[in-house]
């Protein structure tokens, strides 16, 4: 009886505990579950055509996100309106980490909602890292006419009207261009102006002598140095690769034709970013895209194929590439800046 009673204790006892082992198997694994991101691939829009830095860095990094991720990632291109099209678009989406942007920040999401009346704000796009900041300059083909920047401005002041220039009409390469006639007693009238979207066909344009001039940014453009011929750079001070190719700055051409140069509007600033809601929303997913981000960003296999590819992954962070978006946000703001963007 005895026997039987110890044998009953015990099976119930190893019910009990094989039941108890059950659930905490399954609360283990239903949490994990829970916890699990990204279980489906990724989108990563460029609100540029293929070709640009934006669209060349997107792709990739999209292959060391891949990776950490444990998803694919699609790049998709959404050119446009300065970038605005593809804003638009990307803040479209559900905020759930599952969509990220590669951009220029500035100035196009400032002239987005500054001049072209954009709904959104600025801080409605949160920057995980912010690596590129670049500058201005004027370039050419290398069978152009035009072998130094005093070729053209002799030009421009020789045939008004008659020099063509290719630009981007929201970029800051348009301001420090502009800024460059005014210096000279110019205007944007003295010169004939084609305009472009993004900065892949631009550089095409530049390489192919479709336009007389090109005015575009630095990023992305160092490894075009066997294909055209730079003839300014628009920097407060002598930077590299550029100067060490004997590229002048700004200041040394003011100096030397006899005006001032008293305010140069920083180049694109180029980046990855996410919906300003999704550190609230899904902070787990926010803190892992940032880990993420910045393990990719100091691993030495990556920096090797950026490096490679003429482009920057430097790790700056979240909150230092917030700063640096809103300081130029601020000013952009200012309307001897932004005036100058403004349809005539």
């Avoid at 905490?24 to 694994?29: D, I, Y």
């Avoid at 003011?254 to 609230?280: C, E, P, W």
């Avoid at 979240?318 to 300081?327: D, E, Q, T």
Wanted: charged letters at 20%; a positive charge.
């Amino acid at each position: 009886m005895y026997r039987k009673l110890l044998i009953s204790c015990i099976s119930a006892f190893l019910f009990s505990l094989g039941l108890w082992f059950a659930a905490a198997q399954f609360g283990v694994s239903s949490s994990a579950y829970a916890q699990e991101w990204p279980s489906r691939p990724l989108t990563m829009v460029v609100p540029a055509r293929a070709g640009g830095g934006n669209d060349r860095a997107a792709r990739l990094m999209s292959r060391f996100l891949s990776k950490e991720l444990g998803q694919p990632i699609k790049v998709i291109n959404k050119p446009g309106g300065g970038n605005l099209l593809g804003h638009l678009h990307f803040l479209k989406q559900k905020d759930d980490g599952y969509t990220l942007l590669r951009t220029t920040t500035m100035p196009f999401l400032a002239l987005n909602t500054i001049l072209q009346g954009a709904k959104f704000k600025v801080s409605d796009f949160d920057p995980i890292n912010l690596p590129e900041q670049g500058f201005s300059l004027i370039a050419t083909s290398k069978g152009s006419p035009y072998k130094t920047i005093y070729d053209v401005i002799d030009a421009i002041r020789a045939n008004p009207g008659k020099v063509s220039v290719g630009l981007e009409p929201t970029d800051a390469a348009m301001f420090n261009f502009q800024t460059l006639l005014t210096g000279l007693g110019l205007s944007i009238d003295n010169v004939r102006v084609v305009t472009y979207d993004s900065g892949g066909p631009l550089r095409t344009g530049i390489i192919g002598g479709q336009f007389d001039i090109g005015v575009t940014g630095t990023q992305g453009s160092e490894h075009l140095i066997s294909e055209w011929r730079p003839l300014l750079v628009f920097a407060p001070k002598k930077i590299e690769p550029w100067n060490g190719w004997g590229v002048p700055m700004i200041g040394d051409v003011a100096k030397k034709i006899g005006f001032k140069f008293d305010r140069v509007l920083g180049g694109s600033l180029q980046g990855y970013l996410v919906h300003a809601t999704l550190k609230n929303k899904h902070p787990d997913r926010y803190k892992k895209l940032v880990e993420i981000f910045k393990k990719i960003s100091t691993d030495p296999k990556a920096i090797e194929a950026h490096k490679g590819a003429k482009l920057a992954i430097s790790w700056v962070g979240p909150a230092k590439s917030k700063k640096i978006m809103m300081g130029q946000y601020e000013i952009l703001l200012d309307p001897k800046v932004h005036n100058v963007f403004r349809p005539k």
